[in-house]
């Protein structure tokens, strides 16, 4: 019992002294973000199985692994009240050749996949970070913020993905620099468990390593949490990612935009847009620069619509299946490409079929927007929907790097002024 209770003052120390440094890495990495907005993307782990393979090696290929400030890989499995892997043919056990991995050679030894081509990844970008996108079912999540069951999943996501134990004989500790969380979504009566769900995440995250970054993917607007304290998430958060996209789908009877920077008056179904969602996160307590705005590289369709208003706002049958950006672009040669002044965004319209999407230039308005707003920065989902150029990407980029160059600049002379 004497050893006990020595142990406990012990761990109640450490909590203690974890609670001050996380005060002080939560400042820094405000500061961080405000010098320098955030190019965040999600890596999709079933590129694997795609046509043509979405891989690791497409991020050096495209330029994109040095424009990247984060990647979040999509993702780790909750379920049964602990983490584990989600797809171990992708994650660990795929063998990658010569011709398919980053470093040009064929994968070895026990630790393969997905993971290893991060880490190889990681060594030739040194500055890059790497998050593992933590996703399930919302019962599961809800499950698991119990009082009852939280210390115990925290700790499994913990062991798993940060202290690296993803498979019997396969430990690689320090590939992940933290944790994205994406529950969706909290119903009624579970937002004190989302809080403290995110705590438990903050406070095991500090005490096995500090500064190791924490993660929460949101949906558009505030209303799809209902009784969650968005001010004390952002408190222990050091980002808060916007999913500034579905405003409109196949979902709806009505054709729209998917992701509209402003609000248009002309859209019947009232969706909303990126500046009320952003607008909503801050009035909810959301510090600007923790915010992250969401860029969709995926379009959505419907077809047998009507040849009224170049087929925007109008009835069809929704297409039940996203498409990436590079499906968009093959259409154009038979279609008309429309943009809507209000809302910077494109789409597609060849008399029938109707498809939204964001393209270089709704991004530059958008990431434009980002950086005028002083946002933490922006994020992409996902990264294989772009084309083998990276053409989305680098839209992003340029403006990302450029405006806040610039704002910083003009920032500058204010200062000086005063």
């Keep these: 019992m004497k050893k006990l ?56 290929m495209s330029g994109s692994a040095r424009m990247l400030d984060q990647i979040n890989y999509s993702q780790g499995a909750v379920s049964a009240g602990h983490c584990s892997i989600a797809y171990p043919k992708a994650d660990t056990d795929f063998t990658f050749t010569a011709e398919t991995s980053v470093d040009g050679t064929t994968d070895v030894g026990v ?13 030739a970008n040194p500055r890059l970070k790497i998050l593992i996108s933590l996703e399930g079912k919302a019962s599961s999540f809800a499950e698991d913020a119990l009082p009852q069951n939280r210390y115990v999943f925290v ?98 009877k009505t054709t729209g935009i998917i992701a509209p920077l402003y609000e248009d008056d002309a859209d019947p179904t009232a969706p909303g847009s990126v500046e009320k969602s952003i607008s909503a996160y801050e009035d909810a307590g959301v510090p600007e620069n923790k915010l992250l705005m969401g860029l969709p590289f995926y379009a959505y369709g419907w077809k047998e619509v009507p040849a009224v208003n170049h087929g925007l706002y109008q009835q069809g049958r929704g297409i039940h299946s ?68 990276a053409t989305l990407l680098t839209a992003a980029y340029r403006e990302l790097r450029g405006s806040a160059k610039n704002q910083t600049a003009s920032d500058d002379i204010e200062d000086t002024e005063e």
Excluded at 5 to 28: D, R
Excluded at 111 to 123: A, I, P, V
Excluded at 198 to 219: C, N
Aim: aromatic share 12%.
């Design 5 to 60: 209770a020595v142990k406990t003052l012990m761990v109640v120390l450490f909590l203690a002294c974890g609670g001050i440094l996380s005060k002080g890495l939560e400042a820094q990495s405000v500061t961080r973000q405000q010098d320098q907005p955030l190019l965040v993307g999600y890596f999709p782990q079933w590129g694997i199985d795609n046509e043509p393979q979405y891989l690791v090696k497409n991020l050096v």
């Design 111 to 123: 630790f393969r996949g997905n993971f290893h081509q991060l880490e190889e990844l990681k060594r």
């Design 155 to 252: 700790a499994s996501c913990v062991d798993t993905f940060l202290r690296g134990r993803f498979a019997p004989g396969v430990v690689k500790p320090g590939l992940f620099d933290g944790i994205d969380v994406d529950w969706e979504f909290p119903e009624k009566g579970e937002g004190a468990n989302y809080v403290a769900l995110m705590k438990e995440f903050r406070r095991q995250m500090d005490l096995y390593k500090p500064g190791l970054l924490l993660s929460v993917a949101i949906g558009a607007t505030p209303a799809m949490y209902p009784d969650v304290d968005m001010e004390a998430v952002s408190e222990v958060a050091d980002q808060v990612a916007v999913m500034n996209y579905d405003y409109a789908g196949p979902w709806s």
């Design 322 to 389: 996203d498409k990436p950006y590079s499906f968009v672009q093959e259409k154009i040669a038979t279609s008309t490409l429309y943009r809507d002044e209000r809302t910077k965004s494109p789409w597609l319209f060849d008399g029938d079929t109707f498809w939204t999407f964001d393209d270089p230039v709704s991004i530059h308005f958008k990431v434009n927007y980002a950086v005028q707003e002083q946002l933490g920065g922006v994020m992409i989902w996902e990264l294989s929907g772009d084309l083998p150029d």
